[in-house]
């Protein structure tokens, strides 16, 4: 799929997707989620003497660490965009090009969304589950992200 929509674009719109707006998603991902993720990896069944967590499961505790991943990355997320937009408009920003950095921003925030459920996984070693999961997630993106490009009504950098 990702061959298909390489033909469809232009040599300088697909370096604009592959580099430019790759960066600022995974910018925004790797400052929102990865320092839960190895936290919450570490969190382990055990018995403890603490009222705050007597009696609660693994998932449980995990999660009330990791819903913090959704107000820091809405931080992130806003910090990264305003960034580039910043210096977009500073070189005589194009117009798709700032609403296709705030489509991408919006798109971190939606796939940050999953985060606690995928941390949560990841601790019961549902690996198989995850790799299903990761899959239909990786077709739907190909598919939304080849219809997009076929439909001419779209600016390239959208």
């Known amino acids: 799929m990702n061959l298909m929509v390489a033909r469809q674009l232009s ?19 790797f400052l929102s989620r990865e320092g839960f993720r190895r936290g919450g990896l570490r969190i382990q069944e055990q018995q403890t003497s603490s009222k705050y967590q007597q009696g609660a499961t693994v998932a449980e505790r995990v999660l009330r660490i990791t819903w913090l991943i959704l107000p820091i990355g809405a ?6 965009c305003m960034f580039v937009l910043w210096r977009s408009a500073a070189a005589g920003g194009d117009l798709d090009y700032q609403q296709a950095v705030v489509a991408h921003g919006a798109a971190a925030m939606l796939e940050l969304c ?19 999961i990761d899959t239909a997630a990786m077709i ?4 939304v992200t080849l219809f997009l490009v076929l439909k001419t009504s779209l600016h390239p950098a959208l």
Do not use: D
């Open 114 to 132: 999953s985060e606690p459920l995928y941390i949560i996984s990841s601790t019961r070693l549902e690996f198989g589950r995850r790799a299903g």
């Open 140 to 143: 739907t993106k190909c598919s």
């Open 75 to 80: 931080v992130v997320s806003a910090a990264v």
């Open 11 to 29: 040599p300088e719109a697909y370096g604009l997707s592959a580099v430019q707006f790759h960066l600022i998603t995974t910018t925004i991902l």
